[in-house]
């Protein structure tokens, strides 16, 4: 009988690490705070890292309308509508408090940016509805080839964004992606390493290059993350609750209410507005890192039981 030695238990662990999207968000803030000189060295990589990060995570995504419309129609709109007209609208709502420049302007690409592909695992972890967030994030990326540049320009138009630029990157950023994802899902790969790469080269660039930039807009711009996130699904969790929704239903609409792919509008900001549009995307991190852990405790604890 095989019995694995220190150095092959130590891969093991290495690579358990390297799977693990907290440690790495951990890691890569550190580094990012610690080491911030390389950030610009890797901030020519945010773009191929985001575009190889998206085409694995929309690999579980079926993209198909007819899939969609042959499923829950009516649970996909409302999770489209909780994401993109409750969470967006509360994000542009609370950008408006801030100067104009680039701190607002990151908030408003985030509120333009399709839901977090990362609310297909959490529903899953969280006990809800898989099949009603999977459809549901099928349209929300169908939905966002339009929604995302046409926000974008909407509130930033006089800052000399040209609408034809915005319909390059969304292209680039979410419907090459989402092709490629469809090739990459018949593989026999584990899509958790490249995601977990890709995220680290995001994020670290992102508190790198604004490492000094943190600290002096915290006041400014952590309770808007922190009130777009817990703000916006707490409403959606106490609106399921007074409506008597189902439990795994209600699951799925509280991460589309609270939830961003703030890679996608960390790495958006950065190429429109400069790296300060990147710190908004850095501070929701966090927060949505936070409401994760409070509705892993709450639910079926205190809340939707």
């Given at each position: 009988?095989?019995?694995?030695?220190?150095?092959?238990?130590?891969?093991?662990?290495?690579?358990?690490l390297?799977?693990s999207?907290?440690?790495?968000?951990?890691?890569?803030?550190?580094?990012?705070?610690?080491?911030?000189?390389?950030?610009?060295?890797?901030?020519?990589l945010?773009?191929?890292?985001?575009?190889?990060?998206?085409?694995?995570?929309?690999?579980?995504?079926?993209?198909?309308?007819?899939?969609?419309?042959?499923?829950t129609?009516?649970?996909?709109v409302?999770?489209?509508?909780?994401?993109?007209?409750?969470?967006?609208?509360?994000?542009?709502?609370?950008a408006?408090?801030?100067?104009?420049?680039?701190?607002?302007?990151?908030?408003?690409?985030?509120?333009?940016?399709?839901p977090?592909?990362?609310?297909?695992?959490?529903t899953?972890?969280?006990?809800?509805?898989?099949?009603?967030?999977?459809?549901?994030?099928?349209?929300?990326?169908?939905?966002?080839?339009?929604?995302?540049?046409?926000?974008?320009?909407?509130?930033?138009?006089?800052?000399?964004?040209?609408?034809?630029?915005?319909?390059?990157?969304?292209?680039l950023m979410?419907?090459?992606?989402?092709?490629?994802?469809?090739?990459?899902?018949?593989?026999?790969?584990?899509?958790?390493?490249?995601?977990?790469?890709?995220?680290?080269?995001?994020?670290?660039?992102?508190?790198?290059?604004?490492?000094?930039?943190?600290?002096?807009?915290?006041?400014?711009v952590?309770?808007?993350?922190?009130?777009?996130?817990?703000?916006?699904?707490?409403?959606?969790?106490?609106?399921?609750?007074?409506?008597?929704?189902?439990?795994?239903?209600?699951?799925?609409?509280?991460?589309?209410?609270?939830?961003?792919?703030?890679?996608?509008?960390?790495?958006?900001?950065?190429?429109?507005?400069?790296?300060?549009?990147?710190?908004?995307?850095?501070f929701?991190?966090?927060?949505?890192?936070?409401?994760?852990?409070?509705?892993?405790?709450?639910?079926?604890?205190?809340?939707?039981?």
């Open positions: 009988m095989h019995r694995p030695g220190a150095a092959e238990k130590a891969a093991r662990y290495a690579l358990r390297l799977k999207t907290s440690f790495i968000f951990i890691l890569s803030i550190f580094f990012g705070l610690a080491f911030p000189g390389t950030a610009k060295h890797t901030m020519p945010i773009t191929p890292a985001l575009l190889i990060m998206m085409a694995f995570s929309l690999t579980e995504v079926r993209l198909d309308l007819k899939s969609i419309c042959g499923a129609i009516r649970g996909s409302l999770g489209l509508a909780l994401n993109y007209c409750l969470l967006s609208g509360l994000i542009l709502l609370l408006w408090t801030l100067p104009e420049g680039a701190l607002r302007n990151g908030f408003i690409v985030m509120a333009a940016a399709p977090a592909v990362a609310v297909l695992p959490m899953k972890l969280l006990n809800g509805d898989v099949r009603l967030s999977l459809y549901a994030e099928s349209l929300s990326y169908l939905s966002s080839l339009v929604l995302m540049p046409a926000i974008i320009f909407v509130y930033t138009s006089q800052t000399g964004v040209r609408v034809g630029y915005l319909v390059q990157i969304s292209l979410i419907l090459l992606p989402a092709i490629a994802s469809r090739y990459l899902r018949r593989l026999p790969l584990d899509s958790l390493l490249p995601i977990n790469l890709g995220f680290f080269c995001v994020t670290y660039t992102v508190v790198g290059l604004n490492q000094g930039a943190l600290w002096a807009e915290i006041g400014s952590a309770w808007i993350a922190l009130a777009r996130t817990f703000a916006a699904g707490l409403m959606v969790i106490a609106a399921s609750i007074a409506l008597g929704i189902r439990r795994e239903q209600a699951i799925s609409y509280t991460l589309f209410g609270s939830y961003k792919n703030l890679g996608l509008a960390a790495a958006v900001a950065l190429m429109l507005f400069g790296p300060e549009a990147g710190i908004p995307a850095a929701c991190v966090l927060a949505e890192s936070g409401f994760f852990l409070f509705l892993s405790i709450a639910i079926g604890r205190v809340i939707l039981k």
